[in-house]
C-alpha cells in the first residue's frame, strides 16, 4: 500500500523569505508524485509533477520540488514568497491502479507581511 | 472549455435523505474520480472510474453509489445520508493516471 506523510501540518513564514514544504511518501513500486495547491474556497490544481527522468521538477509559481528516492521524500521549495501563496498545499503519491492517487493530509502556508 | 463542473455547490441534508451530486467534464477524459475533504485528512478517493461503464471503489465508498453510463458525466450517489458524511465533495478527471487530475470546484454537503 502507498502513503504519504506531510511533516508540517502549517507552516507560518514572512514574504519574500524561502519556504520548504516537506513530503515523505511510502511504496513498494515505482511512483508519480505530485504536488498540489487548493486555495480558499477553490479546488486542486496541479503546481508540478515528477513521472521520470531529472528529479528536480519545476512547477508553476516558482515552486520546484526535488525526488529523493534514497530518502522517500519530495519536498517542495520556493526561494521567495508571495502573500498570495498563502494556501493549502497537498503532496499525493500515485502509481499503483487506475488513477488512485493518494494524498497527504496537506500543509497550510501562511504568508504574512 | 469549462474543464470540470459540478453542482449543487452547497446542500444541506436531513439524516436519511438521499442525494446526487453531479459532476461533468468536457475534456474527453477517461479517468474520473470523487474525492472527499475533511479537515486534518485531506482528501480519500471515494469511487473512481477508467471509462464509460466502468467503476470501481476507492479508500472509502460504504454509503455512495457511483455509475457512468458516458464519458463527460460521473455522478455521485448518497443513498441514506448520514452526519459522517458532512463533508466537500471534489470530483476530478485525467486523461490517463500519470497524467494531471483537473479537479471541480467542489460541493460543500452538511446533513443535520
Known amino acids: 500500500a502507498q502513503s504519504v506523510t506531510q511533516l508540517d501540518s502549517q507552516v507560518p513564514v514572512f514574504e519574500e523569505a524561502p519556504v520548504e514544504l516537506r513530503c515523505n511518501y511510502s511504496?513498494?513500486?515505482?511512483?508519480?508524485l505530485f504536488w498540489y495547491v487548493q486555495y480558499p474556497n477553490q479546488g486542486l490544481q496541479l503546481l508540478l509533477k515528477?513521472?521520470?527522468?531529472?528529479?528536480l521538477v519545476k512547477g508553476i509559481n516558482g515552486f520546484e520540488a526535488e525526488f529523493n528516492k534514497s530518502q522517500t521524500s519530495f519536498h517542495l521549495r520556493k526561494p521567495s514568497v508571495h502573500i498570495s501563496d498563502t494556501a493549502e498545499y497537498f503532496c499525493?503519491?500515485?502509481?499503483?491502479?487506475?488513477?488512485?492517487?493518494?494524498f497527504g493530509t496537506g500543509t497550510r502556508l501562511l504568508v504574512s507581511p | 472549455n469549462a474543464g470540470v463542473t459540478q453542482t449543487p455547490k452547497f446542500q444541506v441534508l436531513k439524516t436519511g435523505q438521499s442525494m446526487t451530486l453531479q459532476c461533468a467534464q468536457d475534456?474527453?477524459?477517461?479517468?474520473m474520480s470523487w474525492y472527499r475533504q475533511d479537515p486534518g485528512m485531506g482528501l480519500r478517493l471515494i469511487h473512481y472510474?477508467?471509462?464509460?461503464?466502468?467503476?470501481d471503489q476507492g479508500e472509502v465508498p460504504n454509503g455512495y453509489n457511483v455509475s457512468r453510463s458516458t464519458t463527460e458525466d460521473f455522478p455521485l450517489r448518497l443513498l441514506s445520508a448520514a452526519p459522517s458524511q458532512t463533508s466537500v465533495y471534489f470530483c476530478?478527471?485525467?486523461?490517463?493516471?500519470?497524467?494531471?487530475?483537473?479537479f471541480g470546484p467542489g460541493t460543500r454537503l452538511l446533513v443535520l
Open positions: 476530478a478527471s485525467s486523461r490517463d493516471r500519470e497524467e494531471t487530475q483537473y
Open positions: 511504496s513498494s513500486v515505482s511512483v508519480y
Open positions: 515528477y513521472l521520470s527522468g531529472s528529479t
Open positions: 499525493a503519491v500515485g502509481g499503483t491502479g487506475f488513477q488512485k492517487l493518494v
Open positions: 475534456m474527453n477524459h477517461e479517468y
Open positions: 472510474s477508467v471509462g464509460a461503464g466502468i467503476t
